[in-house]
């Protein structure tokens, strides 16, 4: 926090805590003007304590407080108002390419001749390198050293990178590969729920908030910290200084009342409260929690919940603070000033919660008694499709012979594999993960599956053969509490080894399965399963061999681990057969919740987390011996790299943006269904290496088997614009019955991938648009399913509807997202995609306008089509006409400048 605003309100008050004063900027004050805020839902007391911090009568004004207090639960806002969060939070796929376009904007202010020394972040910024350690090695003692070993051999040059932006840039802070989930490292660590700052020689105590380079920041909601998941391009802006424009969300109240019953765990409540949230519909909402389950429900489960927002489809799912949450602050060693500070700062500002709190008033109140929660699975395509543990088997059969598209004579077929002594078939399981910040943070669920390994091992029993095993703690915290239980051994027994300290399987890091797997999968059309703890299980994510993939809680992943197969009950039929030859069913190696409790009790510490946190930026050996370039105001480009280029945002920068004008005669370059994700468009996992990336990758010296992923390749525009629709199991329906990102050419029908097709209208000078049908962009904040979209010469996206982040990033991007009108979609169209399109009324954009699309057939005919143009808000406006929010930011800095 650089500047405070002039508090026209007169909000200013000091609270003293421990001899030590902090100025803030009161909210019951603020009432006395604005009117009554006592039942606002507190994550708009957050928003509004925003307001009264930077009131300034000019991005932030009284009204703009007045409209929050005035909040109406009935009907959305029009209202936007503007957020600055205290702090951003980026991962290393989304991270370097912001440190990428950070260096890239170095370089345009030198072209605008300005200082580059003003591109720096304006707040804290914290990178968490997550997402690049892959499972190539598992199920042996020495997989962690080795998968670390190969992460630094394909990802040092991206590392070297990001040292080199620790360096160059003011407020970046890395935390070193191997430490832990950044959600994870998040939540143990770096939040402070009551964040303070010297400003002009003065202490101020303000609510922690945040946004993130990725989907999941939500997690941190569960500490009561308001942060979600933004682009990189908006997350740049913000650490650039920027207020983000947002339109005053609704607010969702959600009832929790009772406790979980025996045998259900955290895995089980959210994937419930996934599936009812995405049946209510709340996108671009907040979701806020309250009942008397509050009072016990601990904060492992509500980050659970609060992690999983995206899924549910919330910007944010948010809980108060309350004295569970200060125990949890004390439980995992932060400082008992800023714990007592956060107390008293809360109370003052009536955002604590207690049993005899009021509860808020809310746009619209969903209730879940826990006691009815039972245990659950989600899949085999989608989070919110949950299914109930004893219905799986049933399920899976339907699922097979539709959705998965196997025929019914295929259905049961299983095969011998080569060099085995088993035979595989459909529905077996090839991967069980516990992975994933979701279920990886929560000690319950850990020490469960860690019981469930104790209990198997005792009685005999192992994975099947053909199952890959893995375990990706989310800190090494999690590492000390199961060695301490002695769980650690257990879990190694069965394979669960631990592989590395990140995202691995969830994000698509689960590394080859054995080749006669793949072999037997791929020869014999057999739908492979996987059994994963994690939040996301889209098509092609996890694995290319793996076409069904299911999330579960961590002991669910071991029971399925042993039972092999989904084509079994695992409720009613053995997991396996004892080591004195009886049958071993699931509720005979499942714990009860007295031994889960007893072991967190006696395993986990206060120490630990200290220990653990104390020397956080230090990072293993392979870190400390990286090779860093210092001393640069600007990044040295090397144009041999593959990993990390120059982008071409700001080669032929101006002063002043060139007008904009409609999009006329544009070609269509993908006809596309529901719910493609941002999997879909900017997948993160494996190159082929017949593809435009890998066709790239080979031209310039790499070898196949260290193409790495499109993930680790984020800060290479060449590669991530080649791999824009790339996914292998994106369908685009100009190409019926064919799979890949495929496209065709017009007039001339030729047929070629996406990327080529692209860049052939680009020599002709013809502009592209995309049509898409329901939720288009669900998924991850990728930034690069906007950036990519650009650079393949998409000038708009035409779709049903739009996920919140994506439509964001479209904006940010200069690519126009529009919306069909209600009982419009391609289908009634009945679009071929041979067709031109003209786009009118785009040269005066105003926020949420009318414009008129015109499509011109094959045949000459015309037809005139009305559509919502999502560019938002007025500040949407200005990225539009600048070409996109980082020029719009840069030309403001040269000028301030």
């Given at each position: 926090?650089?500047?405070?605003?002039?508090?026209?309100?007169?909000?200013?008050?000091?609270?003293?805590?421990?001899?030590?004063?902090?100025?803030?900027?009161?909210?019951?004050?603020?009432?006395?003007?604005?009117?009554?805020?006592?039942?606002?839902?507190?994550?708009?007391?957050?928003?509004?304590?925003?307001?009264?911090?930077?009131?300034?009568?000019?991005?932030?004004?009284?009204?703009?407080?007045?409209?929050?207090?005035?909040?109406?639960?009935?009907?959305?806002?029009?209202?936007?108002?503007?957020?600055?969060?205290?702090?951003?939070?980026?991962?290393?796929?989304?991270?370097?390419?912001?440190?990428?376009?950070?260096?890239?904007?170095?370089?345009?202010?030198?072209?605008?001749?300005?200082?580059?020394?003003?591109?720096?972040?304006?707040?804290?910024?914290?990178?968490?390198?997550?997402?690049?350690?892959?499972?190539?090695?598992?199920?042996?003692?020495?997989?962690?050293?080795?998968?670390?070993?190969?992460?630094?051999?394909?990802?040092?040059?991206?590392?070297?990178?990001?040292?080199?932006?620790?360096?160059?840039?003011?407020?970046?802070?890395?935390?070193?590969?191997?430490?832990?989930?950044?959600?994870?490292?998040?939540?143990?660590?770096?939040?402070?729920?009551?964040?303070?700052?010297?400003?002009?020689?003065?202490?101020?105590?303000?609510?922690?908030?945040?946004?993130?380079?990725?989907?999941?920041?939500?997690?941190?909601?569960?500490?009561?910290?308001?942060?979600?998941?933004?682009?990189?391009?908006?997350?740049?802006?913000?650490?650039?200084?920027?207020?983000?424009?947002?339109?005053?969300?609704?607010?969702?109240?959600?009832?929790?009342?009772?406790?979980?019953?025996?045998?259900?765990?955290?895995?089980?409540?959210?994937?419930?409260?996934?599936?009812?949230?995405?049946?209510?519909?709340?996108?671009?909402?907040?979701?806020?929690?309250?009942?008397?389950?509050?009072?016990?429900?601990?904060?492992?489960?509500?980050?659970?919940?609060?992690?999983?927002?995206?899924?549910?489809?919330?910007?944010?799912?948010?809980?108060?603070?309350?004295?569970?949450?200060?125990?949890?602050?004390?439980?995992?060693?932060?400082?008992?000033?800023?714990?007592?500070?956060?107390?008293?700062?809360?109370?003052?500002?009536?955002?604590?919660?207690?049993?005899?709190?009021?509860?808020?008033?809310?746009?619209?109140?969903?209730?879940?008694?826990?006691?009815?929660?039972?245990?659950?699975?989600?899949?085999?395509?989608?989070?919110?499709?949950?299914?109930?543990?004893?219905?799986?088997?049933?399920?899976?059969?339907?699922?097979?012979?539709?959705?998965?598209?196997?025929?019914?004579?295929?259905?049961?077929?299983?095969?011998?594999?080569?060099?085995?002594?088993?035979?595989?078939?459909?529905?077996?399981?090839?991967?069980?993960?516990?992975?994933?910040?979701?279920?990886?943070?929560?000690?319950?669920?850990?020490?469960?599956?860690?019981?469930?390994?104790?209990?198997?091992?005792?009685?005999?029993?192992?994975?099947?053969?053909?199952?890959?095993?893995?375990?990706?703690?989310?800190?090494?915290?999690?590492?000390?509490?199961?060695?301490?239980?002695?769980?650690?051994?257990?879990?190694?027994?069965?394979?669960?080894?631990?592989?590395?300290?990140g995202c691995t399987t969830c994000i698509g890091n689960s590394g080859p399965l054995p080749p006669h797997i793949v072999d037997a999968i791929e020869n014999n059309n057999l739908v492979a399963v996987s059994v994963l703890s994690g939040n996301r299980n889209f098509e092609g994510r996890i694995s290319p061999n793996v076409r069904a993939n299911y999330l579960a809680s961590p002991p669910l992943v071991v029971a399925y681990s042993i039972l092999g197969t989904m084509r079994k009950d695992i409720t009613t039929e053995p997991l396996g057969t004892s080591k004195d030859g009886k049958p071993v069913y699931l509720k005979d190696v499942w714990p009860s919740n007295k031994e889960i409790a007893d072991l967190i009790g006696s395993s986990i510490n206060r120490e630990e987390f200290i220990k653990r946190y104390k020397h956080v930026s230090k990072g293993t050996k392979e870190w400390q011996d990286l090779k860093v370039a210092t001393g640069s105001e600007t990044y040295a480009w090397d144009a041999k790299s593959t990993y990390v280029q120059d982008p071409p945002y700001f080669k032929d920068i101006t002063p002043e943006p060139k007008p904009r004008g409609g999009i006329e005669n544009a070609r269509i370059l993908a006809l596309l269904g529901d719910n493609i994700t941002t999997d879909h468009i900017s997948p993160a996992g494996a190159i082929k290496k017949d593809s435009p990336a890998g066709r790239y990758l080979i031209e310039h010296g790499v070898e196949p088997r260290d193409f790495n992923s499109y993930g680790s390749r984020r800060g290479n525009d060449r590669v991530m614009v080649r791999g824009t629709f790339a996914n292998i199991r994106i369908k685009n329906e100009m190409l019926p019955g064919t799979e890949g990102g495929l496209s065709k050419h017009y007039p001339d029908g030729k047929e070629g991938f996406i990327y080529d097709v692209a860049m052939e209208y680009k020599k002709e000078g013809v502009p592209l648009v995309v049509f898409g049908g329901k939720e288009y962009g669900m998924g991850s904040s990728r930034d690069w399913a906007a950036k990519g979209t650009l650079l393949l010469g998409i000038k708009a996206v035409i779709a049903e509807s739009f996920e919140r982040i994506h439509r964001s990033n479209l904006v940010g991007m200069g690519v126009l997202p529009l919306l069909f009108k209600e009982g419009t979609t391609r289908k009634t169209l009945d679009l071929k995609g041979d067709e031109t399109i003209t786009i009118t009324g785009l040269e005066k954009i105003t926020p949420r306008m009318d414009v008129t699309m015109t499509i011109t057939r094959a045949d000459g005919s015309k037809q005139d089509v009305p559509l919502l143009c999502r560019v938002d808000t007025l500040d949407e406006v200005e990225y539009y006409r600048h070409g996109g929010i980082l020029q719009y930011v840069l030309r403001g800095m040269t000028k301030a400048a």
């Open positions: 926090m650089k500047t405070v605003g002039h508090d026209s309100l007169k909000t200013g008050r000091t609270l003293t805590v421990d001899g030590k004063a902090y100025h803030y900027f009161s909210i019951p004050e603020a009432a006395k003007t604005i009117g009554d805020v006592s039942r606002l839902p507190v994550s708009l007391k957050v928003l509004l304590e925003n307001i009264l911090r930077f009131e300034d009568g000019r991005s932030y004004n009284v009204d703009d407080a007045k409209a929050i207090a005035g909040w109406l639960p009935k009907g959305s806002s029009t209202k936007e108002v503007p957020f600055k969060p205290s702090r951003i939070l980026m991962q290393d796929f989304t991270g370097v390419p912001a440190v990428v376009d950070l260096a890239a904007m170095r370089d345009g202010i030198v072209k605008l001749k300005g200082d580059p020394q003003k591109v720096n972040p304006l707040v804290p910024v914290n990178l968490v390198i997550d997402h690049s350690v892959m499972v190539d090695v598992y199920g042996s003692q020495d997989a962690l050293q080795k998968n670390i070993t190969l992460e630094f051999e394909r990802n040092g040059e991206r590392y070297a990178f990001l040292r080199w932006g620790q360096e160059a840039f003011e407020n970046f802070s890395v935390v070193p590969p191997d430490t832990g989930i950044c959600h994870q490292v998040n939540l143990e660590y770096i939040a402070q729920v009551a964040w303070t700052a010297n400003v002009g020689g003065k202490d101020y105590v303000y609510p922690d908030s945040l946004y993130g380079t990725d989907s999941h920041t939500t997690m941190i909601n569960g500490l009561g910290v308001l942060g979600w998941g933004v682009g990189g391009i908006e997350a740049e802006a913000a650490m650039l200084g920027q207020p983000i424009a947002m339109l005053i969300p609704d607010v969702i109240g959600f009832k929790l009342t009772g406790k979980l019953p025996e045998g259900a765990t955290a895995t089980d409540l959210v994937l419930t409260v996934t599936q009812m949230l995405r049946k209510k519909g709340v996108v671009g909402k907040f979701v806020e929690f309250f009942g008397p389950a509050l009072d016990h429900l601990p904060v492992a489960d509500r980050a659970t919940i609060a992690n999983m927002a995206p899924e549910y489809g919330a910007t944010c799912g948010f809980f108060p603070v309350d004295a569970l949450t200060l125990d949890f602050l004390r439980e995992t060693g932060r400082d008992e000033h800023r714990i007592k500070l956060t107390e008293e700062y809360l109370r003052a500002q009536e955002m604590f919660r207690t049993a005899e709190t009021p509860e808020p008033v809310f746009t619209d109140v969903l209730e879940l008694d826990l006691s009815t929660v039972v245990p659950s699975i989600s899949g085999p395509k989608r989070p919110q499709d949950r299914v109930v543990l004893t219905e799986a088997k049933t399920a899976f059969e339907k699922e097979l012979t539709s959705s998965l598209g196997v025929p019914a004579n295929d259905a049961n077929k299983r095969v011998p594999v080569a060099g085995t002594n088993y035979e595989i078939g459909q529905g077996d399981i090839v991967i069980a993960a516990i992975t994933s910040c979701t279920n990886t943070s929560n000690p319950a669920v850990l020490i469960a599956a860690g019981l469930v390994a104790r209990k198997a091992r005792a009685l005999g029993l192992k994975p099947k053969p053909w199952v890959k095993t893995s375990l990706a703690p989310g800190s090494q915290v999690v590492t000390d509490y199961l060695d301490r239980s002695k769980l650690s051994e257990d879990l190694d027994a069965l394979g669960f080894n631990t592989v590395g300290y």
